[in-house]
């Protein structure tokens, strides 16, 4: 399960990216309505996945890449606090916060404190592609929201056989 904020913000750029109609079209297609969704109610995996998919299927999979981005950064309440912050600060509570959004996998963040460096390690959080590089995309956002110059590479992935997702955060 995870939040309806993340599936709002999915559908919100569907339409900031292809236009109103292509948002039409993914709800009809996935059978949810955005307006009904509600930001902290827990809604299935499912939906989650049907969007990621529409979009792969008929946008290539590299969009998923800006629609992670773009989620991150507006995420409602999210956005407003990680502006504030640090990237340090925000890995400190990525855990926290994943927990909170999404019922399902664990997280768990090596960062270096001395080398500007960070490994985030997701278990059990993407089924399928879509979803991996969708948080490629919101890592660099979360890397923009905090204004922290760097860069955010996928070292390793659990659905193309490794025993996790790995993510490796550098910056300035
Ligand atoms: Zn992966």
Known sequence: MLKGGVLKGYFDFIR??????AMEECQEHTRISSKDLVDREFYSTEKNIAILTWISDKYGMHELQKAGNYTAKNLGGLAHIVRFANIKFFLRKAKENYEDTFSFGKVSVLTDEAGKSANVI????????ESCIAWLGAFEGFMEVTRTK??????KCQVKGDEYCEYRLKWE
């Not at 900031?16 to 109609?21: F, L, N, S, T, V």
């Not at 760097?150 to 070292?155: R, T």
């Open 16 to 21: 900031a990216e292809y236009g109103q109609e």
């Open 122 to 129: 997701f278990k059990d959080c993407n089924v399928i592609e």
């Open 150 to 155: 760097g860069s955010v590479e996928k070292v």
